[in-house]
């Protein structure tokens, strides 16, 4: 972890940290920063053991003797029963030929610490340049006895052991474990290549894929701008409040209508309820209002704020009294479903509070042109009503009887559409 700077200091990086970081450097070949990495950690290591024991057997590697024992060497003036120190320096002390003096200190952490097998390791090191073979041997075995994986003990029992009488099947064996261990490695090195390669396809792929979108994305957005601003004229209201019914008379009115017919009539609309089904993906895909260009198209209140604001919009919006389309929608929902009818004043509220918004939100449009059209005043045939209509849609004098005979026929050929239409 970093310690916290307080005023006016600046973070340090922790010993350990900077430890990684010389490791990290060391395995990406860059020997310089990695230098500079170590230095840093031992510098900042105060009395820490286990950190300073780490800096040198990373010297070690390096092949930096000098400093590799310079940092042994602090280590055990802060533990002198510190075998991992006394075997580190051990290694430089045979690095530079000083073989008696590595035996004593390897030997010295094999009497600390049994169990230490690096401390078995360098001790057999020191033993073979002092000439005592059979000594160095049982070392490098108790080596592998203790660390099987430690194969540099392998390596010198082959070299001590290839000529001596009768050591023909340990050598074997010794050498087909380190054959099996190139083998393994290099499996793992092809394994590491081919994840290595995946990954680098699965970027690319990524990265490919992501091109795509980011283009797609700015084709959809060219196109868009692309798509001249357009004028609709929309029938809207809530649910059950006779936006069917205006549908029907604009339609008499010569205007055209975009409808699919996907939803039929039936007992609540005998007429038809003058829907185009893909209305309702509107929220998900405001575009597709483009499609309805030219015609005359039926949009609920509550798909309003899903239009695109760069057209321009004549709505005429449905007002109908609402506790009568409360309970058209209830009888509608009965008839459909069987569910009981809804508590009346929870619903009212709610039906109060949306068309407050959406009449709210048309008022501030400042695309938007709208009308309210009393839904009892055309059951009632109001020809001021239909003159309203006409002037905003721009539909001429002489429609205004067709327009009233959508309410009579319908009205004459069943009562309920003058009393529930959508």
């Keep these: 972890m970093v310690r916290e700077a307080g005023a006016g200091e600046t973070t ?8 990684l970081r ?44 000098a400093q590799a024992e310079a940092v042994f060497t602090r280590s055990l003036a802060v533990d002198k029963d510190n075998p991992s120190a006394l075997s580190g320096l051990s ?30 390791y360098c001790y057999g090191i020191a033993l073979l340049h002092l000439g005592e073979r059979a000594t160095a041997i049982h070392a490098f075995e108790n080596t592998l ?20 009488a009768g050591a023909r099947e340990v050598v074997s064996q010794h050498r087909s474990v380190l054959l099996q261990r190139g083998i393994d ?66 339609e008499a009115a010569g205007l055209p209508i975009m409808t699919d017919g996907v939803r039929r009539a039936d007992e609540d609309n005998p007429q038809g309820y003058y829907e185009w089904e893909r209305m309702k993906n509107l929220p998900a ?75 709210g939100m048309l008022d501030s449009a400042r695309n938007v042109d709208w009308i309210e059209v009393r839904f009892e005043e055309l059951l009632r045939r109001s020809t001021l009503e239909i003159d309203r209509i006409r002037a905003f849609c721009g539909i001429p004098e002489k429609f205004t009887e067709r327009m009233l005979a959508v309410i009579k026929d319908g009205s004459e050929e069943n009562s309920s559409v003058a009393a529930t239409p959508s």
Aim: hydrophobic share 40%; proline share 4%.
């Design 145 to 164: 006895r203790l660390q099987p994986r430690f194969h540099q003990a392998r390596h010198y029992l082959i070299h001590l052991l290839k000529h001596q």
């Design 285 to 359: 895909d405001p575009q597709l209002i483009s499609e309805a260009a030219g015609h005359v198209i039926k949009v609920v209140s509550p798909l309003l704020s899903s239009l695109p604001r760069k057209h321009r919009y004549k709505i005429l919006f449905l007002r109908r009294d609402l506790h009568e389309v409360i309970r058209s929608q209830n009888r509608m929902r009965q008839r459909l479903t069987g569910t009981p009818p809804e508590a009346q004043d929870a619903t009212l509220r709610s039906l109060e509070a949306h068309l407050q918004q959406v009449i």
């Design 185 to 250: 490695h290099v499996k793992t090195e092809f394994r590491r290549t081919a994840l290595r390669e995946n990954l680098h396809t699965s970027r690319v792929s990524r990265a490919a894929a992501r091109e795509q979108e980011r283009a797609a994305a700015v084709a959809r957005q060219t196109f868009q701008s692309e798509v001249a601003a357009q004028e609709f004229l929309i029938v809207s209201g809530l649910p059950r409040s006779g936006t069917s019914l205006v549908m029907q008379m604009l």
């Design 12 to 19: 340090q990086p922790v010993p350990t940290t900077l430890q």
């Design 22 to 65: 010389a490791d990290l450097e060391w395995r990406r070949g860059n020997r310089p920063a990695c230098l500079r990495a170590l230095e840093a950690a031992v510098k900042g290591a105060g009395e820490s053991v286990m950190t300073l024991n780490v800096a040198g057997a990373l010297y070690v590697q390096m092949r930096e003797i």
């Design 91 to 120: 290694y430089c002390l045979s690095s530079q030929g000083r073989y008696r003096e590595a035996a004593e200190f390897a030997l010295e952490g094999v009497s600390l610490l049994y169990q230490h097998f690096y401390s078995h």
